[in-house]
C-alpha cells in the first residue's frame, strides 16, 4: 500500500501558485493565440521570391493560447512586491509614492501620441512643457541652464563631468584627475574614468563628512573636479559644502554635485547657492517619476553660466516671434548624450508632480521626508548602532554591529524584514559603514505605516539576541526561502538553452477562436 | 587572526612576500564575505605603490586592489579565474599576482604585528 493517496502537504511546493515555468517550456507544438484576418491582397510565393533564405520553420517560439499567455504574466505580476503593496525602505534609492495624476496627465492623448517627427510648428505644448520643466528645474537648483536629455542618473553624472572636460579643455588643459569620497555611490568613479579621469579617494572624516584639510591637500592644478553627494550617502548635510566649494575653486577646479539625495533639499536650500557647478537631478527619484524596473529614468543636468555653451545639442530656445525651437548650432557642444530629446515620458509626470504641489507643497514634502527618516531613527537607536552621530536629513543608516556578536548580519535582518511583508532597506552600503542598514522612508508613508516598521525592525533586533538561527535563516514565509547568492555569482545561468525541436510554420487552421 | 610574519601587510589590506606574492588580508577576505570573481591586470604591466592593479568582487560589494609596491607584474594567478572561493579559503595562501620590486620598498610596510593593531584599531575590537 506504499502508493496509497494521502493527499499534498500543506504548502503545495510543485503547483503553478509555487512555481512558474519560462513560457518557451509551456509551449506545446500547434498552438495558438492569434488569428491573422483573410488575405486581402493576391499571396506571393515567399520561397521563388526569397530562394535560399525562405523559412522554413520559426526557430523556436512559444506556442500558447490566450488564456496561458494571461495566466503566465498575471502569476508573474503577483510574485513581485510594489509600492503599491507596500513600503520599501530602501535606503539611497527614494521609492517614494507616484501619484496617480501623473500618469493620468502622461496618457493625455496629444502627449502619448506626439512624435518626435512632429514639426515645430505642432510641438509647441511639447516644447512648453519641457521648457516649464527646465524653469522650475533652474528655480529649484539655483542653477543657470539645463539640459534634459540623460535617460537615468548615471547617464546625468557622465553628462555632468563630460561638460567639466569641455570646459577645461576650452581652456588649454583637460587636468587629469577627479576627486571623489569614500562614501560616494559607485557610479561616479565609473563615471569619472569614462570620461578619461584619474580617479583620486577622499576619506570621510568622524562625522561622516569631507575632511577640509585632507582636500585642501589634494587639490592642485591636475583637479578638474569634486563629485560630491549631498546629502551624503549616510543621509548628513555637508555643512561646510561652501567653504568645499572655495577650496575647489581657488585652484580652478569645479564641484560636481550628485543629485540623488536632492529630495532632501527641494524648497529649502539650493545647490547653485552653496557653490555648485554642475549637478544631475534624478526625476525618477526626487521627482516621482516611476523607477525600479518601471522606468525609464531620467537625469537631467543643471549647471553654471559658464558651463552653458558646451551642453549637449540641441537645446531649448525662444524665437523673436515668442515660439519655441530647438537650437542645433552651437559649435562648443559636447554633442548629443541620447536621441531625440530625453525621456519626454518623464518631463509630463515630473511637471504633474511639480505643479501638483507647488512651492509650498514640495517644501513640505522634503520636511516630511527628513521628519520620517529621523522618527525612525529616534524609535530604533537604542536597539540598533548608529555609527554617525551627526543629525539626519532623508534617510538614517544604522550597522549591524550589536546583532553581529550573535552572527546576525545585515543581510539576514533584511531577509527577515520580507517575512514581515516589506520590502528589505539597504544593505552594505554606503561601504565606509561595514555592516550597514540604510533605511529611507520617503515622505510618502504615514505614522502608521512607519510604526509597522518599526515594530517589525525591533522584533527583529531581538530575534537576533534571543534567537539567532530564526534570523540567520530567514525568510521563511516568502514562495522562495534564501537562495544561494553566492553560487549564483559564481555559475551563473545566464541563457535557456531551447530543445533540438523548432516551431514548423504551419498554416492557421483551427476553427476556435481562441 | 593569523597573519603571517614573513609578510608585509598595507592599510589598504594587502599583503607582499619577499618572494613578490601579493594577496589579500584573512580580515579583508572575511569583511568582503563570499569573493565571485577577481579581476588581475596583465603580465609585464607596471605597479604604482598605492595604486589599483584589479578589482577583487564579492556578493557584498566591487573593491580595488592596491598595491602595496612600485614594480611589474611577473605572473598572474590564472587558477583565480575559475576558484575564486579560494581567497575566502585561505587567504594567506591564495596569492593574487607576483611582482618584481625593489625589495628595499619592503621597509616602509606594516609588519605582521602592526597590521593586527591597525586592524583591531579599525574595527574597534
Known amino acids: 500500500m506504499g502508493d496509497k493517496f494521502v493527499g499534498t502537504p500543506k504548502k503545495a511546493s510543485v503547483h503553478v501558485n509555487q512555481n512558474e515555468d519560462l513560457i518557451f517550456e509551456k509551449s506545446s507544438p500547434g498552438k495558438k493565440a492569434y488569428r491573422l484576418s483573410e488575405l486581402d491582397v493576391p499571396a506571393v510565393d515567399a520561397a521563388a521570391l526569397l530562394g535560399d533564405a525562405v523559412r522554413t520553420d520559426l526557430g ?43 500618469e493620468l496627465v502622461a496618457r493625455l492623448e496629444g502627449l502619448a501620441e506626439a512624435h518626435p517627427y512632429q514639426p515645430e510648428s505642432l510641438s509647441q505644448g511639447v ?57 560616494a555611490h559607485g557610479t561616479n568613479p565609473a563615471t569619472a574614468a569614462v570620461v578619461g579621469y584619474q580617479v583620486q579617494n577622499l576619506k570621510s ?52 554635485m550628485d543629485g540623488a539625495n536632492m529630495n532632501a533639499l527641494v524648497g529649502k536650500v539650493r545647490p547653485g547657492d552653496f557653490g555648485v557647478d554642475v549637478m544631475h537631478l534624478n526625476l525618477h527619484k526626487t521627482f516621482s517619476t516611476p523607477h525600479g524596473g518601471g522606468g525609464p529614468g531620467s537625469g537631467p543636468v543643471a549647471c553654471k553660466k559658464i558651463l552653458e555653451p558646451f551642453l549637449p545639442t540641441p537645446v531649448l530656445a525662444t524665437k523673436n516671434d515668442g515660439t519655441l525651437t530647438l537650437d542645433y548650432n552651437r559649435p562648443q557642444s ?103 542598514m540604510m533605511i529611507e522612508p520617503t515622505e510618502s508613508e504615514s505614522r502608521e505605516e512607519l510604526d509597522l516598521l518599526i515594530d517589525a525592525l525591533r522584533q527583529i533586533a531581538r530575534e537576533a539576541e534571543e534567537n539567532p538561527e530564526l534570523v540567520k535563516t530567514a525568510p521563511h514565509t516568502t514562495r522562495l526561502r534564501r537562495l544561494d547568492e553566492t553560487t549564483a555569482a559564481r555559475k551563473p545561468i545566464l541563457r535557456w538553452k531551447a530543445p533540438a525541436a523548432s516551431t514548423p510554420l504551419t498554416p492557421d487552421t483551427a476553427a476556435k477562436e481562441w | 587572526m593569523a597573519y603571517p610574519t614573513e609578510y608585509r601587510y598595507t592599510k589598504e589590506h594587502e599583503w607582499i612576500a619577499a618572494d613578490g606574492r601579493i594577496g589579500i588580508t584573512d580580515y579583508a577576505q572575511s569583511t568582503l564575505g ?92
Open chain 1, 60 to 102: 523556436v517560439m512559444p506556442e500558447l493560447s490566450e488564456i496561458e499567455i494571461v495566466r503566465h504574466f498575471t502569476r508573474l505580476s503577483t510574485w513581485n512586491y510594489a509600492i503599491d503593496l507596500g513600503m520599501f525602505p530602501l535606503g539611497s534609492c527614494t521609492m517614494k509614492y507616484n501619484g496617480r495624476v501623473n
Open chain 1, 127 to 183: 516644447l512648453e512643457i519641457m521648457q516649464v520643466l527646465s524653469d522650475s528645474l533652474l528655480d529649484i537648483t539655483g542653477m543657470d541652464s539645463i539640459t534634459l536629455q540623460p535617460a537615468a542618473g548615471a547617464h546625468g553624472e557622465f553628462t555632468g563631468i563630460l561638460l567639466v572636460r569641455a570646459y577645461h579643455e576650452s581652456k588649454g588643459n583637460p587636468r587629469k584627475k577627479i576627486l571623489i569620497p569614500d562614501s
Open chain 1, 205 to 256: 572624516n568622524a562625522e561622516g563628512m569631507v575632511d577640509l584639510a585632507e582636500l585642501e591637500k589634494l587639490v592642485d592644478e591636475d583637479t578638474a573636479a569634486l563629485m560630491l553627494t549631498n546629502p551624503s550617502t549616510i543621509g548628513v548635510f555637508e555643512s561646510e559644502i561652501h567653504k568645499i566649494a572655495d577650496i575647489l575653486h581657488a585652484k580652478g577646479a569645479l564641484l560636481y
Open chain 1, 334 to 436: 559636447v554633442g548629443r548624450v541620447r536621441a531625440w530629446y530625453g525621456n519626454f515620458g518623464m518631463f509630463i509626470r515630473a511637471l504633474a508632480y511639480i505643479l501638483a504641489n507647488g512651492p509650498d507643497g514640495l517644501r513640505q514634502t522634503t520636511e516630511d521626508a527628513v521628519l520620517n527618516a529621523n522618527y525612525l531613527r529616534a524609535k530604533l537607536e537604542d536597539v540598533f548602532d548608529l555609527p554617525f552621530k551627526t543629525a539626519s536629513m532623508h534617510e538614517v543608516v544604522f550597522s549591524d554591529k550589536l546583532q553581529a556578536k550573535n552572527g546576525v548580519k545585515t543581510g539576514d535582518m533584511g531577509k527577515r524584514l520580507l517575512d514581515y511583508g516589506f520590502h528589505a532597506y539597504t544593505v552594505s552600503f554606503p561601504l565606509i559603514v561595514a555592516g550597514a
Open chain 2, 34 to 125: 563570499d569573493i565571485v570573481f577577481v579581476e588581475l591586470p596583465a603580465v609585464g604591466a607596471e605597479l604604482n605603490a598605492g595604486q589599483s592593479f584589479g578589482t577583487v568582487e564579492s556578493v557584498k560589494a566591487v573593491s580595488d586592489l592596491y598595491s602595496p609596491v612600485n614594480g611589474k607584474v611577473l605572473e598572474v594567478n590564472e587558477a583565480l579565474n575559475s576558484a575564486p572561493e579560494s581567497v575566502n579559503a585561505d587567504a594567506n595562501g591564495t596569492w593574487m599576482i607576483k611582482a618584481e620590486f625593489d625589495a628595499s620598498q619592503l621597509e616602509n610596510l606594516l609588519t605582521a604585528e602592526a597590521y593586527e593593531k591597525f586592524v583591531s584599531e579599525e574595527t574597534g575590537h
